[in-house]
């Protein structure tokens, strides 16, 4: 079996999806998505494809290994999301290949369901009791929200007032018995995550994540020593070696993403890693059909799981949402909380071509917003 083309889709709301072809009519799909350079990565990969063509789509670790370290210079966020899509592919293919799902090729599955959790709120938190009490009465037994707007470097009292407020706001519109998580998005200064940290613990948030940037990783310890909350990050993260500076400092939950962190096959690895140290998988997830399906996949197979994020309604998906390009939507169905194991071969999901190739003749150019404080100097998004 050889791979024949690499084809890529700009699709709205923000996603890029990749179709490997192979000479036996077998293909896979992927998500190589970075979001805000979707564009960017789309070029990657079609660089990686100029390798990829002729090759035997089943030696994964190989192209893998190739594509991640022939150039001399590596990684990046662009480079590692392009691979991560490709490698989501060639692991559907796989899949098909044998005639089963992903995780039997991964040793097999340890659970029958995975618990998922949906945002509310927005990016600047509001109406949240409403939005709460909307996804308890279609079965989320947990949700995740922003603690604030964009920050001050050094906040005010009303403004640490504001955020520890939505979090006991959530915690009683979702009562004892179900979960909330809190996203500081980077948002806060080491400062401000330090004066945060112990005021939301009564609240009792799964976990907390992103408390500050990824550049300043250093501070994970003195914020893990900070509170008895989880803290939690890995988004940005694209690679073993960078997360394991942050699991020996003693965050709790790692949040590597399918689409920017080498796939499959590096996420598997970084899961490993993290058991070592006790750190559970929570896989980052605001994204697409095949990103969440390849995330299930390493779900089902990985012993320290936790939880899965998944963009159902999320404030970005606009005009599209996550199960819009499905033949099959069913196969993400939701029951108490959780989504029942797939059974299908590869990635478990059946891509609507047609409505693929019609979206990526419309397109998208998302990018984030520019968010200024009061001063008009930058603040982050």
């Not at 490709?86 to 559907?92: F, S, T």
């Amino acid at each position: 079996m050889k791979i024949t083309s690499v084809e890529t889709f700009l699709v709205p709301p923000r996603w890029l999806f990749c179709k490997i072809s192979t000479d036996e009519g077998i293909v896979g799909w992927g998500e190589p998505v970075l979001e805000g350079r979707a564009a960017s990565v789309r070029t990657e990969v079609q660089q990686c494809a100029e390798y990829l063509i002729g090759k035997d789509p089943l030696r994964i670790e190989d192209h893998w290994q190739v594509l991640t370290k022939s150039r001399f210079y590596r990684g990046g966020l662009v480079m590692q999301s392009a691979i991560a899509g490709i490698d989501q592919a060639l692991w559907d293919i796989a899949g098909k290949v044998r005639g089963c799902p992903v995780h039997e090729l991964l040793g097999g599955p340890v659970r029958d369901k995975a618990r998922i959790y949906c945002w509310v709120g927005g990016d600047d938190p509001h109406d949240l009791e409403q939005a709460i009490g909307e996804k308890l009465e279609v079965g989320y037994t947990a949700i995740k929200m922003n603690v604030a707007g964009a920050m001050e470097p050094i906040s005010t009292n009303a403004e640490i007032d504001a955020a520890v407020r939505r979090a006991h706001l959530a915690r009683e519109t979702l009562g004892p018995g179900r979960d909330f998580a809190v996203d500081f998005h980077g948002r806060a200064t080491p400062a401000n995550a330090r004066r945060l940290l112990p005021l939301l613990a009564p609240a009792a948030p799964l976990f907390v994540e992103e408390p500050v940037l990824p550049e300043y990783g250093q501070f994970f310890g003195s914020l893990v020593e900070a509170s008895n909350i989880p803290i939690a990050t890995g988004e940005r993260l694209t690679g073993r070696e960078q997360f394991l500076p942050v699991v020996q400092q003693g965050v709790a939950v790692m949040q590597p993403d399918l689409s920017h962190a080498g796939g499959i096959s590096e996420v598997r690895r970084i899961a490993t890693l993290g058991e070592t140290f006790g750190a559970q998988l929570a896989p980052h997830c605001p994204l697409g059909p095949i990103a969440f399906a390849a995330c299930l996949q390493v779900d089902f197979a990985t012993p320290n799981f936790l939880i899965q994020e998944q963009s159902l309604g999320i404030h970005y998906n606009t005009g599209n949402d996550l199960l819009d390009y499905l033949v099959d939507p069913t196969v993400f169905e939701m029951v108490d909380g959780c989504v029942r194991r797939p059974t299908g071969p590869g990635l478990g999901i059946e891509i609507d071509e047609a409505a693929v190739r019609a979206a990526d003749q419309i397109g998208h150019n998302w990018v984030p917003p520019v968010w200024r404080h009061a001063d008009g100097s930058h603040a982050e998004w």
